[in-house]
C-alpha cells in the first residue's frame, strides 16, 4: 500500500446504515441489495487517491458510557483490537456460526492517541478506553473490505455522546472536521431508522388482518422518516442542515423510528464533520418496516 499522505482536498465523509449480523447471511432480496450498497461504498473509498491516513469511525454500538455522564468522549486506543459479537439477538440456536465472524483489519493506537489529543485541545472532555470493535463497524466493514480487497487502512474508533442532546452530537463532528484535511476519512455507522418497538407491535398483532395494518402504519413511518433525513442531509450549507436535522426531533414519527438515539446520533456526527460539504443520499432506497438502510456521502 502507498504511505498516506496528506490530500489536496477534504476527504468525503460517509453515513452508512450498518444493519444486523443478519446483514451477513440473509438472503432476501432486500438484504442482498443493501449488501451491494455497501459493497459499492467499499470500492468507492478503497478507490480514493492518495489512500487516507486512517478511517476515524463513529458507531450506533459505541456511545460513550453513561458512568462519565454527558459531554464525554471515549477514543479506543486499544493495541490488537478484538471483534465483539455483541448482538441484540441471542443466535445459538438459530445461527451459532455468526460468534466465529472475524474481520481482520489494523488498529493504531498511536493514531488514536493523536484523535484523543485532537479532541482535548478542541475543548472536548475525551477519555482512552480499551475495548474492540462493534458490530456496527465490523458487519458492514466485512462486506465493504472482505480478505480479497481489504481495507488497507488502520482503523480509530471514536464514541458519541451519552444522552439526548442532539446538538452535541453536531459539535463533536464540527471537531474533528478538521481531520478530513490531515488524511482521516470519517465513516459514521448508524440507522436512519431504528425501531426494535415497532418491529415488535407487528409480531405482537392479534391476528393476520391486524399484522398486515401493523405492518402498514410502522412502514409509513418508516418511509416518512427516512424521506425527512433524505431532505435535510441534502440540504446546502451546513447551517441551514443543522438547522434541518435538529429539527427532525419535533417530528411526530421521530420517537417512533428512533425510541433510543443511539442508531440516528451517528449521522448528526457526519453532518457535523461534512461542514458545507454536500450531502448525498447512495445507491438504491431500502426501507422496511421499523428499519432504514440508508446511506449518505459528504463531499
Known amino acids: ?120 485541545k478542541a475543548g472536548i472532555k475525551a477519555k482512552r478506553v480499551e475495548r474492540g470493535v462493534d458490530h456496527g463497524v465490523w458487519v458492514p466493514f466485512k462486506l465493504m473490505f472482505p480478505p480479497e480487497h481489504p481495507l488497507g487502512v488502520p482503523i480509530v474508533q471514536v464514541s458519541t455522546f451519552f444522552g439526548y442532546d442532539l446538538e452535541s452530537q453536531i459539535r463533536l463532528g464540527e471537531a474533528v472536521a478538521s481531520l478530513r484535511d490531515e488524511g482521516y476519512l470519517i465513516v459514521a455507522s448508524g440507522m436512519a431508522v431504528h425501531s426494535f418497538p415497532s418491529i415488535a407491535s407487528i409480531h405482537d398483532a392479534p391476528s393476520d388482518a391486524a399484522r398486515a395494518a401493523t405492518r402498514e402504519k410502522v412502514l409509513t413511518e418508516s418511509r416518512a422518516f427516512d424521506t425527512a433525513i433524505r431532505a435535510a442531509v441534502s440540504i446546502k450549507g451546513a447551517k441551514e442542515r443543522r438547522k434541518a436535522l435538529l429539527e427532525l426531533e419535533q417530528l411526530p414519527e421521530f420517537r417512533r423510528s428512533h ?21 448525498e443520499p447512495l445507491d438504491v432506497d431500502v426501507v422496511e418496516p421499523g428499519m432504514s438502510y440508508l446511506n449518505v456521502r459528504f463531499n
Open 259 to 279: 425510541p433510543t438515539i443511539e442508531h440516528f446520533t451517528p449521522l448528526l456526527v457526519a453532518a457535523g464533520a461534512a461542514g458545507d460539504s454536500v450531502g
Open 1 to 120: 500500500m502507498p504511505s498516506a499522505v496528506a490530500p489536496d482536498r477534504p476527504l468525503p465523509v460517509y453515513f452508512i446504515g450498518h444493519a444486523g449480523v443478519g446483514l451477513l447471511f440473509n438472503e432476501s432480496l432486500q438484504n442482498r441489495i443493501v449488501q451491494d450498497n455497501l459493497r459499492a461504498i467499499g470500492e468507492e473509498i478503497r478507490g480514493i487517491s492518495p489512500r487516507p491516513k486512517a478511517i476515524l469511525t463513529f458507531s450506533g454500538h459505541f456511545e460513550a458510557g453513561e458512568i462519565h455522564g454527558p459531554g464525554v468522549i471515549e477514543v479506543n486506543v486499544k493495541k490488537g483490537t478484538y471483534i465483539m459479537h455483541d448482538f441484540v439477538n441471542d443466535f445459538h440456536d438459530s445461527a451459532p456460526f455468526v460468534y466465529e465472524y472475524d474481520w481482520p483489519h489494523e488498529d493504531a493506537p498511536g493514531l488514536a492517541s493523536e484523535v484523543w489529543r485532537h479532541l482535548t
